[in-house]
DNA sequence: TGTACATCAGTGAACGCGCGTTCACTGATGTAC
DNA sequence: TGTACATCAGTGAACGCGCGTTCACTGATGTAC
């Protein structure tokens, strides 16, 4: 009998690899991925401690795995966030929130992404991840330069990059909590209009 | 005989506390601040591990030290670069210019202070010290409103934070690494000049 | 359809390791008389 | 000035702990004839 793709619970834990990933994320979630080891992994998947050695060469490469299923989750959200307006420049400020709507309500995944000392990445695939994420930014930027939106006299990646750390900048701000009693959804607008229009006094 | 308050040799050791904060400021620029232990530190302050109890109660006080001090670095850091202009505006750009180098010259410290998760702080020491630090941005924003260069119709903490969420997703962005191929001076200007003037064409 | 065998995905004991912390101690420093 | 004593800041052995990883194994699954 051949051993179908998904749902089946027949042959031996089923995909165990899923559930150890699965559990990975609830646990990086709970204690924070410093605190994350394979044996407490391994616990929570129902296994014994040596059976994720039959999925991951070891803990790095399960950490590694995270960072790229993070990273894949974070793109895609970008993405339906993009898909839902067709005006450039609404598709932008839709990026922004649900950039720091991704960090507020995944702030262990949002905060594993990018701490890259915390993970291996020697075959680059966790670059490549934060690549694509970045890719839906960059896009969007081309799209509202060609409207007009933007300046199109500018580097599209430095309007990219710009984007990126105002709203880098208040998500890890918001996540990591120095100003958490902050109204979040009337910060986030305040500081995405701002970029929009400039801090300065007209 | 008294005990000089500094530079003797002559009592034990003469001032291990503080061998030992530059001891672990040393180790965390190295390893990170979730690979440092204590049993390091002692080693490199030439002393045994068990001699830090007498100065620290257990690790989370010496991590909680380290904190306080790095923060008190960072106040500093933004206090002198405004010190150096008389013109609000342009104290204003200094602060942000200054963050970014701050985070730039000394990632390690930088890094630790914004990670609330890694340090405890039950005596509140420690957001104090950050209370302190974003104390120069706020009391800048407010000269800078005072002279019509902001706006003085807006909320001080509103526009104080949009300003560090700019600087601080910048620099984290290019102390955590995704995107260090960049040019750094140049990317800094035009991310600062952006913040006053807006992403939008005009 | 049945049997022999290979493979695959688990188990559980064991390893060495370095950690944080405690403890009884020691020796140097400061102090009272 | 000298001596007895208290205190302070170190030492080094020992503790229990949980970790990552390895290993020989077992039992279930799939396959060739």
């Known amino acids: ?4 793709m998904s749902t089946s619970k027949t042959y031996h834990h089923g995909n165990l690899r899923q559930a150890l990933l699965e559990a990975a994320r609830e646990l990086t979630a709970e204690v924070g991925i410093e605190a994350l080891t394979l044996r407490e992994v391994a616990r929570r998947a129902g296994v014994s401690h040596a059976a994720p050695y039959n999925h991951f060469a070891d803990k790095a490469a399960l950490t590694r795995a995270l960072a790229v299923e993070a990273f894949g989750s974070l793109t895609n959200f970008l993405r339906l966030a993009v898909a839902a307006h067709l005006d450039p420049a609404k598709a932008l400020k839709a990026i922004g929130q649900a950039y720091v709507g991704f960090a507020l309500h995944n702030p262990s995944e949002f905060r594993f992404i990018f701490r890259e000392d915390l993970r291996s990445d020697e075959t680059g695939e966790v670059a490549r991840a934060g690549e694509r994420a970045y890719g839906v930014l ?16 500018t580097d599209s990646n430095l309007l990219a990059l710009t984007a990126w750390s105002t709203t880098h900048g208040l998500a ?9 009693e902050l109204e979040v959804e009337a910060t986030i607008d305040a500081v995405l209009h701002t970029l929009q ?4 006094s007209r």
């Open 172 to 180: 890890t701000l918001l996540v990591n909590g120095p100003r958490q």
């Open 138 to 153: 960059l896009e969007t930027v081309k799209h509202c330069q060609e409207v007009g939106v933007l300046p199109s006299s």
């Open 197 to 200: 229009q400039g801090l300065y």
């Open 1 to 4: 009998m051949m051993c179908p």
